[in-house]
């Protein structure tokens, strides 16, 4: 697809014994906002420093605006923003002096880039307050200003919301939206919390322990999570059985030896259920229940769910 | 020796700052042809669609200038375009709502004709179900032509003629009208109009239908038993005041009752769906004004309207 | 080029170690100052004492923490991610660091110079002092050369400030001592030892100004200019290629 801002291709992180990162294959959109879900220590941050080049690949090829990023350097990170970990200013310095220097190191797109910048998120302009003083969430505020200031084509931001109070959290989810919808802005967020992706993203990828499980859209992973019959039976591996045979499907899922989920809806509960019942099987309940994206992702990545 | 020595040293250090200057210049050369260079293909890049494409320039660069000023334009053109896909999206929806709209209550229509046509109903029931049928054309032709006013306020087509009008003789012409209406309607109404002179700049047309539709609203949706109309003037601006004490509007949809297709749940029944607000918002815009909405869900509702004195 | 160079520069805002290590040029002239009037020493004497303690002893642990406190920010602030996605080379923010270095260290000479000539006026006269500002100026320069194989080793390790202060001495202790073997007695002098940097530096220094009788067995052994600059370069671009090649290798 041409409109893939970034791409990697059987991308590999090995830090000595650990594989970091599998043979990742990453398909980010233009003007999407893409969020990567994982428990800490999945691989998030490993993979977006691949991007930035801040951590060479162990193997793998990125390309990021149609371009490999090996030697485009220069012409590729100016239209990137970036905030990865807990943001780094100098402390001897005010918040202004700060993005300054940044300023003048990058470029800016138009006169009072810093100014204005700042007023996005909330913080003041040539005031005499240093990093040092600063709280967590106000350097976080900082960080994002310093990714926003040059106006790029492309934010990969991880774990925004992290040091932020629930005023902040909301702030900054309606700010990236925004991003996205009023300029365009491809975004990559990673996050491990569910419910701020499922609020944001366009597109999931789910990654654990250096793997990316899958890759959808949210629509997508939505529409096929909404739906499930949960059966009860007398006989799971039965139910399994005539479901497979007479009704040719195998999108089920078999809890324990008396539940199972059906995740094919288009066929009709009421005949299943007859059918159950004839072959001797007793239906205890039959109902249509929503998965929530959360029990999703435990089922993906086979754990325990967020951590 | 001492002094040839001297000159030897001024010379070679006169030599050596001219090779450096010349250095630099040249360096300095070369740096512009390649930021030119750069911002050839950036252009190149936003000539082919990409209009979110920024040229970065330092403070003291030689081309700064024109890489913020070419920026402004891109900006501009990416508003431009966020501001027109909005408006196509909402368009979309409009369209989706409005084939619902009309689609509904014809269906309906036809349902009751076609059960008169084939003899179903006989007698008292036949003349009802005409009756209804009837009621419900009128409501569907009153809808398109609400549709219509609101189509052509929304195109910039609608022209104001601005007129100096004595606004408290106005309305208290125009409720004259519909007095009847409340009374038909059981609506107990209070009318606090001054007597003296309110004089104000504005479209009379534009002033009757947002009375009307303001008032419409109440009949339509709020329930209510008791309406007040008042009217008075402030500092800068003449103020209209509709009270009513009906079922109210969740503070979750207030906000948004202005905006075109909203109807909050309450509200689903009924005439007008949720053009009568938007085209009174539409209106005031025309004509310099504005409007807020207050609510107490199941209490009270308060439309405030301020026309601004010229 | 420049503008990194403005950067770094801003960096040490309020930096007040940096700030107080000018005082330290004023840190030798006022002992000797106080020495060279009880014995009656001329201000050409006084200039070269300051020389070797204020400038070959001292100045070379000043610039040994002045540099670990330029690398060590980025690390200990965790802003060298800003920086390399920017993106900036490595290469040219190393040398910005070392530039500053230099600056500063021409600062801290000239700084010296100041006090020096005001040592010289208490005891009684100064002269060529344009001269001398010519040659403090260069001798910052040389001085910060000299300590470039000591960034090597600090950029390598990495460690704490303990650590460089403690590199920067040792260096410059041993480039002390060999200058002064060198003066005592030329000919025993190791050849390597030499062209150290810091013997080389004192070497070339003699020769700029003439010696008393009793020092003239030294001049066979002096450096001219060209062999000295020249020398230093080398230095200059051997260590600067080991440090940005050691400091590109650490992930960021």
Redesign the interface.
Same mark, same amino acid.
């Given at each position: 697809m041409n409109d893939l801002i970034i791409q990697t291709k059987q991308l590999t992180k090995i830090y000595g014994e650990q594989k970091s990162v599998s043979n990742l294959n990453l398909h980010v959109r233009k003007g999407r906002i893409y969020g990567l879900l994982g428990r800490n220590g999945a691989g998030k941050t490993t993979t977006m420093?691949m991007l930035? !080049? +801040?951590? #060479?690949p162990t193997e793998g090829e990125i390309s990021i605006f149609g371009s490999d990023i090996q030697g485009a350097? @220069? #012409?590729i $990170?100016?239209?990137?923003g /970036?905030l990865?970990?807990? &943001? @780094?200013? $100098? &402390? /001897? +310095?005010t918040g202004s002096?700060n993005l300054?220097?940044?300023?003048? +190191?990058? !470029? *800016? &797109? =138009?006169?009072n880039a810093v100014k204005r910048a700042l007023e996005v998120v909330g913080l003041p302009y040539n005031d005499k307050k240093?990093l040092a003083q600063y709280s967590l969430g106000m350097k976080q505020r900082l960080g994002i200003a /310093?990714a926003i200031m =040059?106006? &790029?084509?492309l934010l990969i931001l991880d774990e925004p919301i992290n040091g932020l109070d629930p005023i902040g959290i909301a702030e900054v989810r309606e700010f990236i939206k925004r991003l996205s *919808?009023?300029? !365009? #802005?491809t975004i990559l967020i990673s996050s491990h919390i569910l419910s701020e992706i499922a609020l944001l993203a366009d597109d999931i990828g789910i990654i654990d322990h250096g793997v990316l499980l899958e890759e959808s859209s949210l629509e997508m992973l939505e529409k096929k999570n909404s739906r499930y019959v949960h059966f009860i039976v007398s006989s799971a591996g039965q139910a399994a059985r005539i479901l497979e045979l007479d009704f040719h499907t195998s999108h089920f899922h078999i809890d324990d030896d008396y539940s199972l989920r059906l995740h094919d809806t288009n066929i009709d509960v009421a005949a299943i259920t007859r059918k159950f019942i004839e072959s001797g099987i007793d239906v205890s309940e039959a109902h249509t229940q929503n998965d929530t994206l959360e029990d999703y992702f435990k089922r993906v990545t086979g754990g325990e769910g967020i951590a | 020796m001492h002094i040839n020595y001297e000159l030897f040293l001024a010379l070679v250090t006169l030599a050596i700052a001219s090779l450096v200057s010349t250095l630099v210049l040249l360096h300095k050369l070369s740096r512009n042809k390649v930021k030119l260079q750069d911002i050839s293909d950036a252009l190149d890049d936003i000539a082919q669609g990409n209009i979110s494409r920024k040229l970065l320039a330092k403070p003291g660069d030689p081309f700064a200038f024109l890489c913020y000023r070419i920026n402004e334009i891109t900006d501009s053109f990416r508003t431009q375009s966020t501001e027109f896909k909005r408006t196509e999206e909402a368009n979309k929806q409009l369209m989706t709502s409005l084939s619902h709209d009309v689609r509904t209550p014809l269906t309906t229509l036809i349902g009751y004709l076609d059960a008169i046509q084939k003899g179903m109903v006989k007698g008292r029931e036949r003349e009802e179900y005409t009756e209804t049928a009837r009621l419900r054309a009128h409501d569907l032709k009153d809808y398109v032509d609400l549709l219509f006013e609101w189509f052509k306020l929304n195109s910039n087509d609608q022209i104001y003629t601005l007129q100096q009008v004595e606004l408290a003789e106005l309305t208290r012409n125009m409720l004259k009208d519909w007095i009847p209406l409340f009374e038909v309607h059981a609506l107990d109404f209070h009318i606090d109009i001054p007597d003296e002179r309110i004089e104000v700049e504005l479209d009379s047309d534009a002033y009757l239908r947002i009375l009307n539709n303001l008032l419409q609203n109440v009949l339509s949706h709020s329930q209510a038993t008791q309406v007040s109309i008042l009217l008075h003037k402030d500092e800068q601006s003449a103020v209209l005041t509709i009270c009513d004490n009906g079922v109210g509007i969740d503070a979750r949809d207030l906000p948004r009752i202005f905006e075109r297709l909203y109807k909050s749940d309450k509200a689903r029944s009924g005439k007008g769906s949720g053009l009568g607000l938007a085209i009174v918002q539409q209106l005031l815009t025309g004509i310099g004004g504005r409007i807020t909405a207050a609510s107490t869900p199941h209490e009270q509702t308060v439309f405030t309207v301020y026309f601004p004195i010229q | 080029m420049l503008d990194l160079l403005i950067c770094e520069l801003s960096k040490i805002k309020r930096q007040k170690f940096i700030q107080l290590s000018l005082l330290g040029a004023f840190l030798f002239p006022i002992p000797l100052t106080i020495l060279m009037a009880k014995d009656r020493m001329s201000f050409d004497q006084l200039f070269r004492g300051n020389v070797i303690f204020g400038e070959l002893l001292l100045l070379p642990c000043i610039l040994g923490v002045i540099i670990s406190i330029l690398f060590f920010m980025e690390r200990d602030h965790d802003t060298l991610k800003n920086l390399v996605t920017i993106p900036v080379s490595k290469t040219k923010m190393i040398l910005a660091k070392l530039m500053l270095m230099t600056l500063l260290s021409v600062l801290y000479s000239v700084a010296a110079l100041g006090a020096t000539v005001v040592g010289g006026l208490i005891i009684g006269g100064v002269e060529g002092i344009l001269y001398r500002l010519g040659i403090s100026i260069v001798l910052g320069v040389l001085i910060s050369i000299a300590v470039f194989p000591v960034v090597i080793v600090i950029v390598h390790f990495n460690k704490s400030y303990i650590f460089s202060i403690i590199v920067s001495f040792i260096y410059a202790v041993a480039g002390l001592i060999i200058t002064m073997i060198f003066s005592a007695n030329p000919a025993s002098v190791n050849p390597v030892a030499s062209v150290m940097p810091v013997p080389v530096i004192m070497k070339w220094y003699l020769s700029l100004f003439p010696r008393e009788e009793a020092l003239t067995y030294i001049d066979p052994y002096l450096i001219t200019t060209p062999a000295c600059f020249g020398l230093l370069a080398v230095y200059a671009l051997v260590s600067v290629s080991l440090t940005v090649v050691i400091y590109r290798r650490k992930e960021v």
């Open positions: 420093k930035l !080049g +801040l951590t #060479k350097e @220069g #012409k $990170y100016p239209r990137i /970036n990865i970990e807990t &943001p @780094g200013f $100098y &402390p /001897n +310095l002096e300054k220097i940044l300023a003048r +190191l990058r !470029g *800016v &797109p =138009h006169q240093l /310093n =040059h106006d &790029p084509e *919808v009023e300029q !365009g #802005k | - | -």
